[in-house]
């Protein structure tokens, strides 16, 4: 009877050691199976999480004023009649005397060009020239020009924004321009102000804020074109307006192109994942410094308008604009005799002079 109490002791011992050997297996495969994926998930969110890519609120990038804009706005130069060193060069054999007053604009639309035909259009001795090239170095002899017309945009990146996207070829949309062309084009169009700014040290020369009010615009260019006229009375039909053509309206070619210049702009910093108006800024405070506000002379080059340690190497769109931008040494009433305007006409960004 002892004997038969012992062996069922015994079993029961054997079969409680094997059920907690069975659990303990058991605990141990389900450990092995979901322990390392609940690892894994956990890993794989935090991988996910951390990151955190930008939204459409980070994205987003407006075409507005650069933070130290002011100081681009206090280098602009002009030179008014009737002080005596802003000269008004006529041609020689110009039997009529007449006048070639060139607005000077980087590519784009921003210019409304009907308003200024429509000053112009009752005055048979003035031709209105609309050109991107700045004129060559030196006095009236040199470029053949009576008078220059400039705008100063509002904001300054509106102007990068237009120039690039106006350039743009068949089959290309903004998505093709990148942080390194927005850079490279707003150090062109400051050496394209820096360029005309030094020619008002001795041309007649007309700085006109872009977003001023439509009729002080106007007033502006009457009297520096016919300073010796009265100036019309202001006209507040503004279904009538004499300066501004049904598809010509200042105001409605701001709204569009800003619209415009946004989208690219966001596009570059979804992309870039960094600050593009700050990038932009910083951009504008190393070109000022490197120029002395935009005094040095001759200005850079617009081909090599790149970022260190290379800055020739830019993209076809900027070599684009530089070759809009640069002196057109072909212009038959022009002389390119400074050797950087040669070097710029052909676009060689170093102008080593070949030594024979």
């Not at 994205?59 to 008004?88: G, M």
């Not at 106007?218 to 503004?238: A, C, G, H, M, Y």
């Not at 309206?249 to 966001?266: E, F, I, N």
């Not at 002379?297 to 076809?316: L, M, R, V």
Request: charged letters at 20%.
């Amino acid at each position: 009877m002892v004997n038969k109490n012992r062996k069922n002791k015994s079993t029961n011992t054997a079969d409680a050691i094997i059920t907690r050997c069975l659990i303990l297996l058991l605990a141990s495969t389900l450990f092995l199976i979901f322990g390392p994926t609940r690892s894994m998930l956990d890993q794989h969110h935090d991988a996910m999480v951390l990151p955190q890519l930008p939204g459409p609120a980070s994205s987003y990038a407006e075409v507005t004023e650069l933070e130290h804009e002011d100081a681009f706005r206090a280098t602009i130069q002009q030179c008014l009649p009737p002080n005596p060193k802003c000269k008004q060069f006529i041609l020689p054999n110009n039997n009529n005397n007449k006048r070639r007053v060139a607005v000077i604009a980087p590519p784009g639309d921003l210019v409304a060009k009907e308003r200024l035909q429509a000053i112009a259009q009752s005055h048979d001795n003035l031709e209105l020239i609309f050109r991107t090239h700045v004129p060559p170095y030196g006095y009236g002899k040199t470029h053949g020009l009576t008078q220059v017309i400039r705008f100063i945009p509002q904001p300054l990146l509106l102007q990068v924004t237009d120039a690039l996207q106006s350039l743009l070829q068949h089959g290309e949309t903004h998505a093709i321009i990148t942080l390194s062309d927005l850079k490279a084009g707003l150090r062109q169009i400051l050496r394209f102000h820096c360029r005309l700014s030094h020619l008002a040290a001795h041309t007649a020369l007309l700085s006109v804020a872009e977003k001023e009010d439509e009729e002080e615009i106007s007033s502006v260019l009457q009297s520096f074109l016919f300073p010796d006229e009265k100036p019309p009375e202001p006209n507040n039909n503004n279904n009538n307006n004499t300066y501004i053509g049904n598809d010509d309206d200042p105001d409605a070619l701001y709204q569009v192109h800003a619209a415009d210049g946004t989208q690219t702009l966001t596009h570059v910093q979804s992309l870039s994942r960094v600050n593009v108006l700050n990038v932009l800024d910083q951009v504008l405070l190393d070109e000022l410094q490197h120029t002395r506000n935009l005094t040095i002379w001759p200005c850079p080059s617009f081909w090599s308008a790149g970022d260190a340690p290379d800055p020739t190497k830019i993209s076809p769109l900027v070599q684009r604009l530089a070759q809009a931008l640069s002196p057109d040494c072909e212009d038959p009433y022009a002389k390119c005799w400074v050797e950087r305007d040669k070097c710029e006409a052909v676009g060689d960004a170093r102008c080593v002079k070949n030594k024979k």
